[in-house]
């Protein structure tokens, strides 16, 4: 399984990224899938999921603001990020579960947000 995770950048705060992590190895459809982000010297934070039947879920501090979705045909998770804080700014990583296995990690891609 790999994933290939692009869209991050810099923007200002109050703007919007989309972010795409392109799967192969693995149909998504038939998996949970979800974004994770680090900032240097802190631990890895959930960010949002994906199960198979389409059910989302949020951390806290993302609710209302992100969304996950993903594409079937196109094998490909993304994260719609709107309303960007500075708090935001991190390493963005997709993630896919691998019931009874290791999860499967995208290289990450880095978010930076200036006030």
């Known amino acids: 399984v790999q994933l290939q995770a692009s869209g991050g950048g810099s923007v200002q705060a109050g703007q919007s990224l989309r972010l795409s992590c392109a799967v192969s190895?693995?149909?998504?459809?038939?998996?949970?899938a979800a974004w994770y982000r680090q900032v240097p010297g802190r631990q890895r934070e959930w960010v949002a999921s994906i199960i198979p039947g389409g059910t989302t879920n949020y951390g806290d501090s993302v609710k209302g603001r992100f969304s996950i979705s993903k594409h079937n045909a196109k094998n490909t998770v993304y994260l719609q990020m709107n309303s960007l804080k500075p708090e935001d700014a991190a390493i963005y990583y997709c993630?896919?579960?691998?019931?009874?296995?290791?999860?499967?990690w995208g290289q990450g891609t880095q978010v930076t947000v200036s006030s």
């Open positions: 190895g693995i149909r998504v459809g038939i998996r949970t």
């Open positions: 993630n896919i579960k691998n019931p009874g296995s290791l999860d499967s």
